[in-house]
């Protein structure tokens, strides 16, 4: 995180890391991983006291952030869960209610942003489809003009916390251009299917919208304004999962040096010697980096800078990559105990792979910022 | 970093809007095509000194050098949130970029922080004016890494030092005026506890300067040759037999210049090699190459290179001055510096393909020149290896390497050729 926390900030960060550490240590992770929960209800709306989803929503919207940069500040708390790789819908529902807040309407979606901020109701937000790989900007899902409102269909896919979502924010295809629409989990036509998901509690499913009827009030951005919207949530999404990421990274590599330290071989320890502490350097240098550029593009996204696109790509394109890297050579110095179930540490591989694939790999990014770039 | 701080400081973004006016009224505008940094420039030539020196003038004459180094040595006092506001606006003007390193980023510094009153008075306003240029004496040809190996000899003489030896690899020799020169003095003590730093005149009867070509067609390099010089004792810096404290001191600047994070670098910025990523997408664009999806990633991932340089500087400078991060840190912005020049160099090549080993002109070329001398980010300023062990056991606490030559007088070290 940066160097310039304020105190509120470093006491909302104790707060939040003291409630995940007792709340959910890692042996609470793999509970849930094991019977196939993603995360409790009650447990969210539990943290969502502390304010997690309070931040990012503009206080337009009844939103209250600690700094006055409210993404930067939830940043914290995505940093927080990547120490401890925990659950919970983070992403998905403070990018919906970041959106439904600066929706023109913003009025018709009061009560859905007072219940996600309250963590009551849960929201996700649906960038993908099947058979493709990332192209929010494109999707194939249609909506044919129905009223004041649309009918939705086609399907999207690795969608987050899909099966325990009670809103979607769906990219699709209208006559006159792109539209996002707010739907309901429980509209009549649409189906959830759960996927099989790599990260032990994050969970994705599959979403089948068959002719789903969404009220005018649904619209969350109309046709002229979407590309400009879903560009938005692209800087939300990537800066909230680089802190994530950062948070797991950080984590292993503390763990790792201790390792280092406290590990013996030949009547010395890890750390003695110059070919494993050459490799910690490099480590600790792509840290370093993946910190500065993960906090560069949150503090861009929350100000919504004129780079603020840019910055998000560099971020990720860099993050993705690097933050693998180190904790895949984390499990090579930790020698066959890293690539057992029983040591925490694929964990945090899990959580951080997932983090580098979704929402655009490394190499979708880097097209993404070439063409930012107009090369 | 030593600074005065004064209650009455100009606000930053009064002081930006004083310095864009004028710059625009008195400094030379580049023209077209003309290079904007040492990076883009690529090699230095003779004829940038003498310009250098003037352009640094007019900077003085205007109130606007040495913008870090305290008012009582000719600076302005001010903060490097001033510099950062200054460089942004010199971009597209020509400045005496030759000057930022060594001579205002790492000896500078080292004087202020080191040097006796009379030597701060004595070298820094001159320096600010543009009427010195420093250089670094480090190096030797026995190695580079083992600085604290220094053979180079200097023996006390009355109020004389008598210096004999070689130094090597010393940027710019031939176009400076005084160098910092790191000695033997005392070869029955440690190796560490028996040397001293001095300020020498570079041109002088018994210095001899040989300039050393480089792989890139450059010669900015040079080795010097010193025969029963003498040197007044006053020009010793810090302790007799303490220059180690002194060259650590250096090193810690001199680490700060080439990760880039120095405050006292005017202009430009950083000495960084690789080409920028302006000219690359040119480059792409005239090579009819902008529809290839493998050379869009590879200048995205060149750009996203630049730019996490700068947000890593920042955080490892803001890191430092915190002292949430320990003052060794700015080796991390120097590896960063050495593998990005790497990576860099890589991708121009990847880019240009075969334009790069034959082509009509110099700049499709040059990409190829820049990748025969692509692990020169990797040696100047301290080799990566050395920024590796600096990472590993001053940041992150490891222990150190084994040395042989440890708490054993010097004389008894072995030696080889």
């Not at chain 1, 249609?142 to 009670?166: C, F, H, I, M, S």
Request: proline share 5%.
């Amino acid at each position: 995180m940066d160097f310039d926390l304020t105190a509120d900030q470093k006491l909302f960060r104790a707060t939040t890391r003291e409630f995940l550490e007792k709340e959910m240590p890692l042996t609470r992770v793999r509970e849930l991983g094991a019977s196939g929960v993603g995360f409790e209800p009650d447990w969210w709306r539990r943290g969502s006291e502390l304010g997690w989803n309070a931040m990012t929503v503009g206080p337009a919207a009844g939103g209250d952030s600690i700094s006055g940069e409210g993404l930067v500040d939830t940043c914290i708390v995505a940093e927080e869960m990547g120490r401890l790789t925990s659950p919970g819908p983070l992403l998905g529902v403070n990018l919906v209610a970041a959106a439904l807040g600066e929706a023109a309407n913003a009025a018709d979606h009061a009560e859905v942003i007072a219940a996600l901020v309250a963590g009551e109701a849960v929201a996700s937000w649906a960038s993908y489809e099947p058979g493709r790989g990332w192209a929010p900007l494109t999707p194939g899902t249609r909506a044919v003009p129905d009223g004041e409102g649309y009918l939705l269909t086609g399907v999207k896919d690795r969608v987050e916390a899909g099966d325990q979502a009670d809103y979607f924010l769906v990219t699709a295809t209208a006559p006159d251009g792109l539209v996002q629409l707010l739907v309901p989990a429980g509209a009549p036509g649409l189906t959830v299917t759960p996927e099989q998901s790599l990260d032990l509690v994050r969970r994705y499913a599959r979403v089948e919208l068959d002719g789903v009827s969404v009220a005018g009030t649904g619209v969350v951005v109309p046709a002229d304004s979407a590309q400009a919207a879903v560009n938005r949530q692209i800087q939300i999404a990537v800066a909230l999962q680089c802190a994530e990421t950062v948070g797991a990274v950080q984590r292993v590599f503390e763990f790792t040096v201790q390792w280092a330290f406290d590990r013996y071989s030949f009547g010395r320890p890890l750390a003695s010697y110059q070919a494993l502490k050459h490799r910690f350097a490099d480590s600790k240098l792509w840290l370093e980096a993946c910190l500065a550029t993960a906090g560069a593009a949150a503090h861009a996204a929350s100000q919504q800078a004129a780079d603020a696109d840019e910055l998000a790509s560099v971020a990720k394109s860099y993050v993705g990559q690097r933050a693998t890297d180190i904790i895949q050579d984390c499990v090579q110095l930790h020698g066959g105990i890293g690539v057992t179930w029983e040591h925490d540490i694929h964990l945090y591989l899990r959580r951080a792979t997932v983090n580098r694939v979704m929402f655009g790999t490394p190499a979708e990014h880097r097209r993404r910022l070439a063409d930012i770039l107009g090369v | 970093m030593t600074q005065s701080v004064t209650a009455d400081l100009e606000d930053v973004e009064s002081f930006r809007l004083r310095a864009r006016a004028w710059l625009a009224a008195n400094m030379p505008r580049l023209v077209p095509g003309q290079a904007n940094s040492l990076e883009e420039i690529g090699r230095i030539n003779d004829a940038m000194w003498p310009r250098a020196r003037e352009l640094q003038r007019l900077l003085y004459d205007g109130g606007f050098a040495g913008i870090c180094y305290p008012r009582e040595y000719g600076g302005l006092g001010l903060t490097p949130a001033h510099q950062r506001a200054f460089n942004a606006e010199c971009a597209g003007y020509e400045m005496p970029l030759v000057l930022n390193t060594p001579t205002f980023s790492i000896c500078g510094p080292t004087i202020l922080d080191m040097g006796s009153e009379e030597q701060k008075r004595q070298h820094l306003p001159a320096v600010i004016r543009g009427e010195e240029i420093l250089v670094q004496f480090l190096s030797e040809p026995r190695g580079g890494s083992d600085l604290a190996g220094v053979t180079t000899r200097a023996t006390r003489d009355g109020d004389v030092f008598i210096l004999n030896g070689s130094k090597i690899w010393s940027s710019g020799a031939y176009a400076a005026d005084w160098a910092l020169c790191l000695t033997r003095t005392d070869w029955d003590a440690p190796k560490h506890r028996g040397m001293t730093m001095f300020l020498v005149k570079v041109h002088q009867p018994g210095v001899q300067i040989r300039r050393i070509r480089q792989v890139g067609g450059g010669d900015e390099f040079c080795q010097e040759f010193f025969d029963d010089v003498p040197i007044p004792a006053s020009d010793v810096v810090g302790e007799v037999n303490g220059g180690w404290a002194v060259a650590s001191r250096q090193l810690f600047h001199e680490r700060n210049a080439v990760g880039g994070g120095s405050p006292y670098t005017s202009g430009g910025g950083q000495r960084r090699r690789g080409p920028g990523t302006s000219s690359l997408i040119d480059m792409v664009r005239a090579t009819g190459q902008s529809g290839d999806v493998r050379v869009r990633e590879l200048v995205a991932e060149a750009h996203a290179i630049g730019r996490i340089q700068q947000q890593l500087i920042a955080r490892v400078t803001a890191g430092m001055l915190s002292q949430q991060l320990p003052p060794p840190s700015a080796a991390i912005m120097r590896l960063f510096s050495g593998e990005s020049a790497t990576r860099l160099a890589e991708i121009g090549v990847e880019i240009m393909g075969s334009h790069a080993a034959a082509a009509d002109d110099a700049a499709s070329v040059g990409y190829g020149v820049s990748f025969l001398a692509r692990q020169a980010g990797s040696l100047g300023g301290g080799s990566t290896e050395m920024a590796r062990n600096i990472i590993s056991e001053r940041v992150l606490g490891m222990p150190r390497e084994y040395a042989a030559d440890r708490d054993v007088p010097f004389s008894q070290v072995r030696q080889g050729r």
